[in-house]
């Protein structure tokens, strides 16, 4: 029969792991992998690009505007739900160095926070996750611009 001492020690090592920070052994992912809407924006303003993940469709219907602003969706929706794009690093990695300066967006800040975990540990030295996404974007008022297709004009 196992003593209560044991549990009760047993326990409290799994309690106290339970509140131990998360890290990873290579520590490779910054603290300050998300940066808010008003940084974003700043950042955008001194040069960097600007990586919707968001699907054509989403972006279509309207994204940020600033001078170098790409679209690779980080996943797809299909009959069967939302399904991770398969060639996704591999179209960003064929846009950009892995020293380009990139804030990634989406509609939230949830899917590009999935696509700049991605794409920091493959290497990209220098990406921001948006936090809020194009809906903090047109709270602030920021520029955004809508894709017009030819049966529009």
């Known amino acids: 029969m196992v003593s209560s001492h044991f549990i009760r020690s047993v326990l409290f090592i799994f309690i106290v792991y339970l509140h131990l920070p998360c890290t990873t052994l290579s520590n ?3 603290e300050d992998i998300t940066i808010d809407v008003n940084q974003a924006h700043k950042l955008l303003h001194q040069g ?27 996943w797809f929706y299909t009959p069967q739900g939302q399904e991770n794009n398969p060639n996704f690093l591999k179209h960003v990695s064929s846009l950009f160095n892995q020293t380009d ?3 990634v967006g989406c509609k939230s800040g949830v899917r590009s926070l ?20 194009y809906i903090a974007w047109m709270e602030k008022r920021f520029p955004v611009k809508v894709e017009l297709k030819y049966d529009e004009l």
């Open 28 to 30: 490779s992912e910054p």
């Open 48 to 74: 960097h690009t600007f990586l919707d993940v968001r699907t054509v469709e989403e972006f279509e219907k309207g994204h940020v505007n600033s001078e170098k602003v790409f679209n690779v969706p980080y």
């Open 101 to 103: 300066h990139l804030v």
């Open 114 to 133: 999935y696509a700049t975990r991605v794409l920091v540990s493959s290497g990209f030295k220098s990406v921001r996750n948006m936090d809020g996404g």
